[in-house]
């Protein structure tokens, strides 16, 4: 059984940091794509990041500099370390697996339950 387990959410006021972790079981984490995709009351789920088994990250324009995507396969976990953290990066924050290296939420079939980040003005 495949399970995904976001941890790390929480309020922080604007400017402050976060780190995220997801923990994977039940999958060949190693040589899974594994993205952050957010979503926010009313809008749609969107990309944050990914890694692939390589390590090769892509990030979507709206955290390029602000926000950091690792993995560390030995604990078959993925971290997203955000800095400066706005107000219209609130979010539940969802990770996800995939055997594709994508940026595509629907090429991804594991998902974890989510965890909420609440930035404050």
């Known amino acids: 059984q495949v399970q995904l387990v976001e941890s790390g959410g929480g309020l922080v006021q604007a400017g402050g940091s976060l780190r995220l972790s997801c923990a994977a079981s039940?999958?060949?984490?190693?040589?899974?794509?594994v993205a952050w995709f957010r979503q926010a009351p009313g809008k749609e789920r969107d990309f944050v990041t990914a890694i692939g088994w390589s390590g090769k990250t892509v990030y979507a324009d709206s955290v390029k500099g602000r926000f950091a995507i690792s993995r560390d396969n030995a604990k078959n976990t993925v971290y997203l370390q955000m800095n400066s953290l706005k107000p219209e990066d609130t979010a539940v924050y969802y990770c996800a697996a995939s055997s594709v290296a994508t940026m595509d939420s629907a090429q991804y079939g594991f998902w974890g339950q989510g965890t909420q980040v609440t930035v404050s003005s």
């Open positions: 039940g999958l060949p984490f190693s040589i899974y794509t």
